[in-house]
Each structure stands twice: as structure tokens, then as C-alpha cells.
Nanobody, 124 residues
Framework: QVQLVESGGGLVQPGGSLRLSCAASGSIRSINVMGWYRQAPGKEREEVSCINTFDGTTWHADSVKGRFTISADTAKNTVYLQMNNLRSEDTGVYYC?????????????????WGKGTLVTVSS
């Protein structure tokens, strides 16, 4: 079993920055891929970024490429999402997810474990 807890969400002005954290516990060695998803009001949940825990390969959605960066600190069992130059359309609930059944990054919506989410609001 894997437990995921997100933190770092909040209110930020357009053009501002925010860093989200996802702390993992439990069967950490079984995690192949860690990912970040978001769900904007009235829209479907979408994959934002992911990282392969074996070789460190990362992927970012076109909508956030150049602005968001995913990273991992293995010593702290934590994955981060650094978000810069935030826009109003980035508003939504951000979820951390862990994959133990495959190495898909990106391309896997049905991740094995999910956090409860953290709200990010970009508004002036």
C-alpha cells in the first residue's frame, strides 16, 4: 500500500509561482512512476506531469511546458511540482498519483494510488 499527501496549494496572483509537494509513504520501493494531475472547474481531470522513478525521465503537458517542472527528492520520499508564471487557466485541484503496475509516463490515467488533492487558485 502507498499513501500520498499533497501540500502547497493556495491563492496566487497571475504571473506568480507556487511549489506543490507530494509526500509518499508505505511500499515506496514499488512505485514506478509519480505523476501530477489537475482538474479545473467544469473540466475533466488531466495529466500535467510525470516522472520515471528508475531513470528520472520526465514529461510535461504542452500547456505547462516551460513553466512547470517536476522533480523528486528520494531522501525525503517526496515529489515536487514547481509552477512558475501561473495563469488563471491553471486554477484547479491538483492531485498526486503513484503507478506500481506499469512504467507509463505519460499515458496512464488509471494510476494505482491517489492523494486527496490540493487547491490552486490563480486570481488577481
Amino acid at each position: 500500500q502507498v499513501q500520498l499527501v499533497e501540500s502547497g496549494g493556495g491563492l496566487v496572483q497571475p504571473g506568480g509561482s507556487l511549489r506543490l509537494s507530494c509526500a509518499a509513504s508505505g511500499s515506496i520501493r514499488s512505485i514506478n512512476v509519480m505523476g501530477w494531475y489537475r482538474q479545473a472547474p467544469g473540466k475533466e481531470r488531466e495529466e500535467v506531469s510525470c516522472i520515471n522513478t528508475f531513470d528520472g525521465t520526465t514529461w510535461h503537458a504542452d500547456s505547462v511546458k516551460g513553466r512547470f517542472t517536476i522533480s523528486a527528492d528520494t531522501a525525503k520520499n517526496t515529489v515536487y511540482l514547481q509552477m512558475n508564471n501561473l495563469r488563471s487557466e491553471d486554477t484547479g485541484v491538483y492531485y498526486c498519483a503513484a503507478e506500481t503496475s506499469s512504467w507509463a509516463c505519460p499515458g496512464h490515467y488509471g494510476r494505482d494510488y491517489w492523494g486527496k488533492g490540493t487547491l490552486v487558485t490563480v486570481s488577481s
